[in-house]
């Protein structure tokens, strides 16, 4: 191999071939130019591949001659020697060859040879290090070749393990079976034996009560023939044998009966006792041997202390009249400084804490010079008053003495009395005055009169009547301990709000209704409802199922007076019934709101229970969970209970009571008052009671009962016309004919003009317009009558009514005396009335009068409202957030329409905390949505305004008030399901308690419980149990070691611990629990109104307590649980049968609880191998949970999962897998899909479907469960170790023996880094199902045998 030799030669010109060139030398020499082959440019840099003897064209392109790539020619300078020649016979030897050297052929040769050697030698060591790495690979795959046939042994060997050990498996199961269907045998014939006994000693029992109380009747009967002197013959002179009944002269019975007469049969009235006898607690009274508090209760007794428990109301004074602290002032010319002092600078402060605690406060006085004028309304104010305050010097008028003869004489004890006296030297007492105050004191037998003797100045003397006042009116109206105001607070601080967050109870609620009531009551005297009464005495003694009664009537014909006077008579006739009503007010006013009116009749069922824990507030659970409250008093309760509601047409019950077409408990009776007009369709069906119009005999009664009073007198002319006009239904209403009698008898017009314009009205409607005419003529001037038009107006422009205070404070030129008398006028003509201290309409049509009459069909609300609003947002700017302030001002902004004065006032931090601890919270949220806020911006708004207000608290009372409002804000965000939310507030709120009241204070230990349960729900199980032990601590020292706080505290404890797998701790904490629960009395709410029902806890402790509760079953299924879980099955067995015993008596055979009860006791049987009995169990606890609960419920999943898995250990693995497949469902539902908890049902699936050899259908559900696996727990956690041997297994079934290798490595690298996610704990082998129990709390990692 050759160079070729280039054919071409340099071309240039003369003068380029001369130009001389400077050598590397530095020499001039002449240069040539060349083109170098194998020569060019890369970049900056050049590089020469070939001989300099090479010569190119400049820009040609020059192949390498080894087959690297080509380059640009380049011109490079060639040294050339002037005197070399070049032979020219060289250049004609023929074609020039490209690349052709110079050189000899032989020195191309040699270092052509040179660079093959170097190449070969590359060659070879690329070629022994490519063999090298080839072996290499051939021993890995060796290595791994022996590897997947040592994975694959192992997996054949534990294949035939498995199969090995089910073959075992399943001829002991079947030796099992047969074992178990003898004992079944057995034990079936065994109960059937008990059942029959049982049922022959109850039977034998009742035949011997029977005959005992025969032979008691015929003692007595005895004893009275030989009282009255008839002798009783010996049987044994009678000739027949019949009916011998052995009874000796003295009454005395012989060794036996002859059974003639007095069959085995028990009577009606027996067998209706015999069933009323096994309800309840009841169950006790027989002769049957039963465990708990009333196996030795006589019945007498028990009857007598339910009898004192079934009216429950608060405990209001009656000298609080509606809701108001009213005080009668009678004063002289003499003592006027004192009264203008005395009202300008301290009837403001009275007012604040009458307001602070929830009442109104009102001064009646009317002045001297006009008193003669207003002399009824000054009996009236007088018999309304909560105190007089007498204010004498050394004269007295007769106006005053007159006030002073009815309050302090004539009824001395109907209500506090202060007396003022200023005493000086230089003017001794007049000789009325000096008589006037020895009658006084001859009628203060008791020494209530309290004197304030002064002979100062009047500033010194006003300050000492406002002393006196404060104490009388805390200490002997409101009932306030050592009469120190801030009492409230610390009593409410240390009340068992803590368990359910919220004051479940309003007082103005409850006694708005306990006033409509009494109202009703005694209006209805005028009419005869006695046939009405006993046609609904027969309907509610009709058996049972009876479905809801409907009194229905026009509007005004008395349905409500008719309710009310059929209560009344029933509470007297049936002490052992419970009423429960409520009376539907105007519409949009509060007490037709169907969530108050709910967890009204709710709270007055939990009564019952003494707790009110299981309350919640959010408003779909509560109309959800009043039937379940209904049915579990039902159970527990000996007499009937019958709920009565008023005008329920009103607040949409279709919707919102649909408990109402659902089946009644036997015991329960529902009573409902509708209008024809608006009665829904569907209740047309119900047994109805129609109010018919007054015929007209009770026309005439009614009229002249209300001319007797008054002592009008008709003419006979006047009666016939009266008659004639009543005799259309809607002038024999009995509104209107009540009206028609008001006015007859309280105009101020002639009677005959009254009769005329009446008689021109032929309805309701009509009459009221008139009434409201006759209002006005009735006042003096122009000013007056303008002040009664505004008034009513905003009565009918505000939420629930308005005060007389409040009045006043609208009209600053109205006086007492001047409103007094026009409210007076008003009620008799039955336009107002007085609830709760508000002024509101009589009745509806009224209401609607005044609309039409004065607000122009109600288009000129919007402008009252404004008055309204202006009015309490001077309130608030005073800082005076009253409940007043509360329920009003939010509602009137949403009716404005005015959404961020709406958002403003609900920023009121104490506006809100108003509303929320007097139970409205749903009214609060409506608030919320309406202005377009969702939870969480709610929450952030909440907690900005608190970090603005906090900012501006300084001393230890407003620093307190910050730990309230924050301690609020907590439960609230923990009632709206924002628990992240609520540990900021809570933690400040601890934080402030501690420093700025006292570390060991009880609301500190409330502020620490409400924490610690945060921190449960967390799974921060360190931090929760810290702060229990603290709240413990703190409530022990506080209250004792045997107060219901501390038994709570345990019981929070406890759950803990048994959370956390130390049931020995748990256990410990558990049994003192149930022994203080045993010892006290349930004390929890401390509500307002509650001192009576405490007092009565107390003395019937032992009835009403004792361990048939619900909270004692409930304690005694978690100790069951305790014990299983420690592998004590026997006192396991003990503690859960009591629990499910216990639960079935006192809430029911159907409640949620008990199916709790029996699927641990299905567990439990399980574990024993008693499988019959388990699927028994399971399948009641099913079937009650079904109808309990909703279709998606997590608890339904827990019993099919548990169904489920005892069919698949029965092998009846077709009936598992509808079970598996549901419980799957209801988990996809409930948590999403993906839960841990559908990960473990899909798991449950798919092994059920590979024991089916469905491989087909289990392996997209292992793959499923894997990825929702490693996406919530990660890809380390020991169930994706489990879930992935599981694969292996099935890859292996179905040939796929690599897939299979790869899974099981896998799996096994999961299992050996397994105790370090445990941290070494091995839970109970009871616990592996992570669900068995319906215990809340995280379930146990699941033990996997090494």
């Known amino acids: 191999m050759g160079f070729r030799r280039e054919n071409c030669c340099y071309q240039g010109s003369q003068d380029e071939a001369e130009k001389p060139t400077r050598s590397c030398s530095g020499r001039p020499e002449g240069l040539s130019r060349f083109s170098i082959p194998g020569c060019w440019r890369n970049g900056s840099t050049a590089t020469t591949m070939g001989t300099a003897s090479s010569l190119v064209t400049p820009g040609e392109v020059i192949e390498d001659a080894y087959g690297g790539e080509g380059g640009e020619a380049c011109e490079i300078p060639v040294e050339v020697k002037p005197k070399a ?36 030698k590359e060659y070879e060591i690329f070629r022994v290090s490519k063999n ?85 009747d015929l003692e007595a009967k005895l004893q009275q023939l030989q009282a009255q002197g008839i002798q009783v013959y010996d049987p044994d002179d009678s000739d027949s044998d019949d009916n011998r009944t052995a009874v000796t002269a003295a009454g005395t019975q012989c060794e036996y009966w002859g059974g003639g ?90 007012r604040r804490l009458c307001e602070g605690l929830g009442h109104f406060y009102l001064n009646v006085w009317f002045p001297e010079d006009s008193a003669g004028a207003f002399a009824p309304e000054r009996r009236l104010e007088i018999e309304r008053s909560s105190f007089c305050l007498l204010l004498l010097k050394s004269t007295i008028s007769s106006s005053a003495a007159e006030d002073a003869e009815e309050a302090f004489v004539k009824s001395p004890d109907g209500r506090p009395l202060v007396l003022y006296l200023r005493t000086l030297e230089a003017q001794p007492l007049s000789g009325p005055t000096r008589q006037l105050l020895e009658r006084v004191n001859a009628a203060d037998k008791a020494a209530k009169v309290k004197v304030v003797d002064h002979s100062g100045s009047a500033e010194e003397g006003a300050a000492m009547i406002y002393a006196q006042l404060e104490k009388v009116i805390k200490q002997e109206l409101l009932g306030l301990e050592g009469g120190e105001g801030d009492g409230k607070d610390s009593g409410m601080e240390e009340g068992g709000e803590e368990d359910s967050g919220d004051v479940l109870w309003d007082l103005h609620d409850e006694q708005e209704q306990n006033e409509a009531y009494q109202q009703a009551c005694s209006a209805a005297s005028q009419l005869g409802f006695q046939k009405y009464i006993e046609r609904l005495n027969d309907m509610v003694a009709a058996p049972p199922p009876t479905p809801p009664l409907l009194v229905s009537g026009g509007p005004g014909s008395g349905k409500s007076l008719l309710l009310s006077k059929w209560v ?96 009644l408990p036997v015991n329960v009776r529902v009573v409902v008052s509708v209008n024809v007009e608006t009665c829904p369709q569907a209740w047309r069906l119900w047994p109805t009671l129609h109010l018919d119009p007054l015929n007209p005999r009770e026309v005439k009664n009614v009229i002249n009962a209300e001319c007797l009073a008054t002592d009008v007198k008709l003419t006979k002319d006047q009666e016939k016309k009266l008659e004639r006009h009543c005799r259309s239904a809607s002038t024999c209403n009995a509104l209107y004919v009540t009206l028609l009698g008001r006015m007859l008898t309280g105009s101020p017009w002639l009677l005959d003009r009254t009769l005329e314009q009446c008689l021109q009205c032929q309805d309701t409607m009509s009459l009221y317009i008139l009434c409201l005419k006759v209002a006005l003529d009735s006042l003096a001037t122009d000013r007056e009558r303008h002040i009664m038009r505004e008034m009513l107006c905003l009565v009918c422009a505000s939420h629930n009514g ?154 230890e009372e407003s620093m307190t008030r910050l730990a309230s409002l924050y301690e609020t804000l907590g439960r609230f965000l923990k009632d709206l399901g924002l628990p992240s939310q609520a540990v900021a507030p809570l933690q400040r709120s601890l934080e402030i308690r501690e420093t700025a009241l006292d570390p060991d204070h009880p609301s500190v230990a409330g502020s620490l419980h409400q924490l610690a ?82 007092r009565r806890a107390l003395q019937l402790e032992e009835l009403t307590l ?85 279709p998606d419920h997590p608890s339904l999943a827990y019993t099919l999962k548990h169904l489920a898995m005892l069919y698949k250990r029965r092998g009846r693995l077709e009936k598992a897998v509808p079970l598996y497949e549901l419980a799957l469902e209801i988990r996809e539902k409930s948590f999403g899909p993906k839960h841990p908890s559908v990960a473990t049902a899909l798991v449950n699936l798919a ?32 169930r994706v170790g489990e879930t992935l041997k599981n694969l292996a297994v099935l890859s292996y079934e179905e040939g796929d023996f690599e897939k299979a290798a790869e899974l099981y490595k896998r799996a096994m690298e999961i299992k050996e880094a397994e105790p370090s996610l445990v941290c070494g704990k091995a839970p109970s082998r009871h616990s592996s199902s992570g669900d068995t129990f319906s215990l809340r709390g995280p379930a146990p990692l699941p033990h996997n045998p090494r």
């Open 85 to 120: 020649r070049l032979l020219r016979s060289s250049f004609r030897r023929g074609p020039r060859v490209i690349g052709a050297s110079f050189k000899s052929t032989g020195s191309v040769d040699l270092e052509y040879a040179a660079e093959y050697e170097r190449l070969r």
């Open 132 to 216: 090298n790495e080839i072996a290499s690979m051939q021993k890995k795959e060796a290595k791994l070749d022996e590897e997947n046939k040592r994975l694959r042994a192992e997996l054949q060997a534990l294949q035939k393990t498995y199969q090995k050990i089910l073959r075992e498996k399943e001829s002991a199961l079947e030796a099992k079976y047969q074992a178990m269907e003898r004992a079944a045998t057995f034990e079936h014939d065994r109960d059937k034996v008990k059942r029959q006994f049982k049922i022959f000693r109850e039977t034998k029992e009742k035949e011997i009560q029977d005959l005992l109380r025969a032979k008691r």
């Open 261 to 350: 007469i007095l069959g085995s049969e028990p009577s009606m009235g027996s067998m209706m006792q015999l069933q009323q006898t096994f309800r309840g607690p009841e169950f006790a009274h027989s002769l049957i041997d039963v465990e708990g508090p009333f196996a030795n209760v006589s019945r007498d007794d028990w009857d007598a202390a339910v009898a004192s428990l079934l009216q429950v109301s608060p405990h209001v004074s009656q000298a609080l009249w509606s809701n108001t602290v009213r005080c009668y002032l009678i004063c002289t010319q003499e003592t006027k400084a004192e009264l203008d002092i005395l009202t300008r600078r301290y009837t403001p402060l009275l």
């Open 568 to 663: 009344e008579l029933q509470q007297k006739q049936s002490p052992n019934t419970l009423f429960l009503y409520h009376f539907v007010g105007r519409p949009l006013s509060t007490s037709s709101e169907p969530v108050l009116i709910i967890k009204r009749l709710t709270v007055k069922l939990l009564q019952h229970f003494w707790t009110i824990s299981g309350l919640s507030m959010e408003p779909s659970k509560i109309l959800e969970e009043f039937p379940r409250w209904l049915e579990r008093l039902s159970a527990r309760h000996q007499g009937n209970i019958i709920i009565i509601i008023d005008s329920i047409d009103q607040i949409q019950a279709e919707r919102n009571m649909k408990w109402l077409i659902d089946p």
């Open 802 to 955: 308005v005060s007389e205070s409040e009045v006043l404070d609208v009209f600053p030129d109205l006086r007492m005396a001047a409103l007094s008398s026009l409210l007076r006028r008003l009620q008799g003509l039955c336009v107002l009335a007085f609830s709760c201290g508000l002024l509101r309409f009589q009745h509806l049509q009224a209401w609607e009068a005044v609309r039409l009459e004065f607000m122009n069909g109600g288009t000129s609300s919007p402008t009252y409202r404004e008055k309204l609003i202006h009015y309490f947002n001077q309130q608030l700017g005073e800082d005076r957030v009253t409940w007043r302030v509360a329920d009003e001002l939010p509602w009137l902004l949403q009716q404005q329409g005015d959404r961020s004065k709406l958002q403003l006032s609900l920023l009121n931090l104490f506006v809100s905390q108003n509303l929320y601890k007097r139970g409205h919270f749903s009214e609060l949220l409506a608030y919320w949505q309406y202005v377009g806020k969702d939870k969480s911006s709610m929450a952030t708004e909440y907690f900005d305004s608190l970090k603005q207000y906090e900012k501006s608290c300084e001393d």
């Open 1013 to 1094: 349960g945060v921190y449960v729900q967390w799974r921060k199980y360190g931090n929760a149990e810290q702060l229990y032990k603290q709240a413990l601590e703190i409530s022990e020292n506080a209250y004792g070691a045997e107060h219901a706080c501390v038994a709570r505290e345990l019981d929070s404890l406890a759950m803990l611990y048994q959370k956390q797998n130390k049931y020995e701790q748990a256990e410990k904490l558990r049994k003192r629990s149930v022994r203080i629960r045993q010892k006290t009395a349930r004390q929890k709410g401390h509500l307002y109104g509650f001192s009576l029902l405490r």
């Open 1106 to 1190: 004792g361990k048939d509760t619900a909270d004692s079953a409930k304690t005694l299924n978690e100790l069951g649980v305790l014990y299983y879980l420690q592998n004590n099955l026997e006192a396991a067995k003990v503690f859960l049968s009591r629990s499910l015993e216990m639960r079935q008596r006192v809430l029911g055979p159907d409640h949620p609880d008990c199916a709790q009860s029996l699927n641990n006791l299905a567990a439990l049987h399980t574990e024993r191998r008693e499988y019959e009995a388990a699927e028994e169990l399971y399948e009641r606890a099913l079937d009650i949970r079904k109808r309990a609960l909703a």
């Open 1247 to 1278: 092994v059920l479907y590979c024991q089916l050899k469905k491989h087909g259908e289990a392996l997209p559900l292992y793959e499923r469960a894997l990825k929702v696996y490693e996406d919530s727990l990660g890809r380390s956690h020991p």
